[in-house]
């Protein structure tokens, strides 16, 4: 009986020694993460920032880019801009990147170059100046038969007379 005892006592002891393991992270697990005193919400596949300046503004993209996981390159690929889309940028990071969230919400998805994206007021003013311009005619020249060798031409930009 003693024994049984024994046996029971040791196996309930081994058991409360236990822990339940951690919970496994997956890319699509959502983490918080502090960063120069603003928490950020954001999937596990996406890196955290280093530095962090909160912006907080409606954003609209110039043309379809990709959202990456890091602030540079070397990130991998989390979704794709949609050209004229209307984005939060949450903060501006390292190495002048934005990290955006979708439009009215606060959860960071990625990070993409500062040139990819403009304020959503500014957005039909840079696109208007960024069509390309018509040429303007070529103003014409007055010229003048001298003799039957040579002319003379007035410049239309300064008026003087150039002989040839």
Not at 125 to 134: F, G, I, N, V, Y
Not at 147 to 158: G, L, R, V
């Amino acid at each position: 009986m003693k024994l049984r005892n024994l046996l029971a006592l040791l196996i309930v002891a081994s058991v409360v020694g236990c822990k339940a393991p951690p919970p496994k992270m997956t890319d699509d697990t959502l983490v918080t993460s502090e960063v120069n005193g603003v928490t950020l919400t954001h999937r596990y596949a996406v890196s955290a920032p280093t530095e962090f300046t909160p912006v907080d503004a409606s954003y609209r993209a110039l043309y379809p880019g990709y959202i990456m996981s890091k602030p540079d390159f070397s990130g991998k690929v989390i979704s794709q801009l949609e050209s004229g889309g209307t984005y939060t940028v949450l903060g501006q990071v390292e190495h002048n990147w934005l990290a955006v969230a979708e439009q009215d919400k606060d959860q960071l998805i990625g990070y993409v170059p500062l040139r990819a994206l403009v304020k959503s007021e500014l957005y039909a003013q840079t696109l208007k100046s960024d069509r390309p311009r018509p040429k303007r005619a070529a103003k014409k020249s007055t010229c003048v038969s001298i003799d039957s060798a040579s002319k003379a031409c007035q410049n239309a930009n300064s008026g003087t007379w150039i002989i040839d």
